[in-house]
T-cell receptor
Framework: KAGVTQTPRYLIKTRGQQVTLSCSPISGHRSVSWYQQTPGQGLQFLFEYFSETQRNKGNFPGRFSGRQFSNSRSEMNVSTLELGDSALYLC????????????FGPGTRLTVT | QKEVEQDPGPLSVPEGAIVSLNCTYSNSAFQYFMWYRQYSRKGPELLMYTYSSGNKEDGRFTAQVDKSSKYISLFIRDSQPSDSATYLCAIRYSGAGSYQLTFGKGTKLSVIP
């Protein structure tokens, strides 16, 4: 069974731009969660989607948004990029909502200049 | 006080040693305890999870939870060079219809042949 895939793997953007990251979960998984990982703050929960609905949200500003499609694929959008948004963005999928037994993708490395 | 504290290391041990990795947490509402392993340039991989106080064993790995002390541990027996990675504890709490997953910042482990 194929794992979680994320595209693109690397991205360089300029401050003020917006970016969209994509995540394809493991086949049959209906829950997708997004995380930001930085050396300073570690791994932080952004939000969780299940059956196209946002189930939970972490403590991030409204510039961070996401959505989930009927095939469980998910996208995350960051608008008005700031230098501090440079991070590894990880997507994880699981069978059901609840953030249990998640399988992570390899991440998208975003650099904001 | 951060919700989850984890010594970042780095921790360096000889092959065959017993490794002890630890986290402390502050919120007694935390219910679900996990350990993830993250290799360089990869997403985290779930190693073990448990709900209850006590020990849970899986091969060379033992997860221990002490809810009275708000302390969790991961022990690795007969450590191998392939165990060299960053280990993250993760704790989930549920309450008032929502839940959150909080990660420690990770301990970087090197097992020297």
């Amino acid at each position: 069974k194929a794992g979680v895939t994320q595209t693109p793997r690397y991205l360089i953007k300029t401050r003020g731009q917006q970016v969209t990251l994509s995540c394809s979960p493991i086949s049959g998984h209906r829950s997708v969660s997004w995380y930001q990982q930085t050396p300073g703050q570690g791994l932080q929960f952004l939000f969780e989607y299940f059956s196209e609905t946002q189930r939970n949200k972490g403590n991030f500003p409204g510039r961070f948004s996401g959505r989930q499609f009927s095939n469980s694929r998910s996208e995350m959008n960051v608008s008005t990029l700031e230098l501090g948004d440079s991070a590894l963005y990880l997507c994880a999928s699981s069978l059901d909502a609840g953030l249990d037994e998640q399988y992570f993708g390899p991440g998208t490395r975003l650099t904001v200049t | 006080q951060k919700e989850v504290e984890q010594d970042p290391g780095p921790l360096s041990v000889p092959e065959g040693a017993i490794v002890s990795l630890n986290c402390t947490y502050s919120n007694s509402a935390f219910q679900y305890f996990m350990w993830y392993r993250q290799y360089s340039r990869k997403g985290p991989e779930l190693l073990m999870y448990t709900y209850s106080s006590g020990n849970k064993e899986d091969g060379r790995f033992t997860a221990q939870v002490d809810k009275s002390s708000k302390y969790i541990s991961l022990f690795i027996r007969d450590s191998q060079p392939s165990d060299s990675a960053t280990y993250l504890c993760a704790i989930r709490y549920s309450g008032a219809g929502s839940y959150q997953l909080t990660f420690g910042k990770g301990t970087k482990l090197s097992v020297i042949p």
